[in-house]
């Protein structure tokens, strides 16, 4: 399979090289030149597989050539080695819960695949990959925990100190290893720029094999596809057929995934994104007009986007054609206050304790349902556990969350940071002297 710019269809690349770029030179984003069509006969019988089996058979359709199938087995075995189970909360209301891998939210399947593709087109004997990523707090632990022990590869992440939340810093700072943290004393904005720089600077570039592990790498879109199918076969099991999945949705990654694998032949009536106050889709599908505007930040703060990066490719899935899109997609937006209630009524009304970013999907999944009445099953997705965002949620329902396994372990480690100021010539030196 080939890959291709979505700013420029002619312009062809492997699919090694469109996970080490990350991003075209021209700044389009890459897409598979055709989109796999699964066996219709799979998909008939998907309800016969394992997570682990209908995982293999999609990274199959889009890179069967170019990693031998056995090696591929191997990576999808050992990337996605944790459970997506979809729990329901009432016969028609069911929540796909994407927090049981090591950092704690979906972004682990991501991270923990791209790391193992990279690991493997990265011989022997090849300069070590060094891998630079900025965090605002989830992005960074999936990397961190994804590319932990992974051989030929060294990641260096950069958080905005005092601004991610104690489990979040832990899964950064306590790893050791291959794995390095750097504390800015600024915003994420400022460790974005920082990392920009640093993949712009050609002495860096020289001496160092830099790459990226952003959300927007080919190879972290891929997996994400996976859950929603074996979301599909769950349902088959228990006699479901129609399914309307509600995304919380930040950078459109998530939800691109799911439309990507709707158009891969998998089942689905219709999506709903859920954003925050961060509206600049739901504007666009109200309006026609797609006007970024700067982030607010909110409760939900993995979805403080202002200007979604992976809206081209979901723009590009549909061909541009606006009207047939928004057949397939709705949205609905939340402010904090909402966000608290929304937390608050999974708790009194399911007993389940839910991240803001979840509750954001709860509530416009019965948005929808209001507006739809059917038969069809609500599936929304819970991106990451409660214990990752304590500052955000209500102590009363807080109180009830229960840590998942190894976060006590985590707590007892030693933090290893160093400080950074927002400064460049610092940022560079840091880089070159440690290498
Ligand atoms: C990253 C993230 C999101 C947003 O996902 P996108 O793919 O950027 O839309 C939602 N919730 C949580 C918890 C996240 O970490």
Excluded at 178 to 200: H, M, P, S, W, Y
Excluded at 249 to 259: D, K, M, P, R, W
Excluded at 296 to 321: E, K, Y
């Amino acid at each position: 399979m080939k890959f291709y710019s979505t700013n420029n269809k002619a312009l062809r690349v492997s699919f090694q090289e469109a996970v080490f770029n990350s991003l075209p030179k021209d700044k389009g984003l890459y897409m598979p030149e055709v989109i796999p069509q699964l066996d219709p006969y799979f998909i008939q019988n998907i309800q016969q597989y394992s997570f682990q089996e209908i995982a293999f058979t999609i990274a199959k359709a889009f890179i069967g050539d170019d990693i031998p199938e056995n090696d591929l087995k191997a990576i999808v075995e050992d990337a996605i080695n944790f459970e997506a189970p979809v729990k329901f909360l009432n016969a028609e209301t069911g929540v796909l819960e994407l927090f049981h891998g090591p950092s704690y939210a979906f972004k682990d399947f991501g991270a923990r695949f791209m790391s193992r593709i990279m690991g493997y087109f990265s011989k022997q004997g090849d300069q070590l990959l060094d891998v630079l990523v900025a965090t605002s707090g989830d992005t960074g632990g999936a990397v961190a925990l994804g590319f932990l022990g992974v051989e030929g590869t060294r990641v260096t992440i950069l958080y905005p100190k005092g601004k991610v939340s104690k489990v979040q810093e832990e899964q950064l700072t306590t790893n050791g290893q291959n794995i390095r943290a750097l504390e800015v004393e600024g915003t994420f904005d400022d460790c974005q720029a920082l990392v920009k720089q640093a993949f712009n600077d050609e002495d860096l570039n020289a001496a160092l094999r830099l790459t990226s592990a952003n959300s927007i790498n080919i190879a972290r879109l891929i997996p994400q596809t996976f859950y929603y199918f074996w979301t599909y076969a769950q349902l088959k099991s228990q006699g479901m057929k129609e399914v309307v999945f509600t995304v919380p949705s930040g950078n459109f990654g998530n939800i691109g995934a799911g439309l990507l694998a709707y158009k891969m032949g998998l089942p689905v009536s219709h999506f709903v994104a859920a954003t925050n106050v961060n509206d600049t889709v739901p504007r666009f599908l109200q309006t026609g007009n797609y006007e970024p505007k700067a982030s607010i930040q909110t409760l939900a703060n993995a979805m403080d986007v202002g200007n979604p990066s992976n809206w081209v490719r979901i723009q590009d899935l549909f061909q541009q054609d606006t009207s047939q899109l928004k057949g397939m997609l709705s949205s609905y937006t939340y402010t904090d206050e909402e966000t608290l209630a929304g937390m608050a009524e999974l708790y009194e009304k399911y007993k389940y304790v839910a991240c803001p970013h979840t509750a954001i999907a709860y509530l416009a999944s019965q948005a929808y349902r209001a507006d739809h009445p059917g038969t069809y099953a609500s599936v929304f997705l819970s991106t990451a556990h409660p214990c990752k965002f304590p500052e955000a949620i209500q102590p009363e329902v807080y109180s009830h969350v229960q840590l998942p396994e190894g976060a006590e372990e985590l707590a007892g480690r030693s933090k290893q940071t160093t400080e950074l100021p927002v400064d460049y010539h610092t940022f560079k030196t840091y880089l070159l002297v440690n290498n």
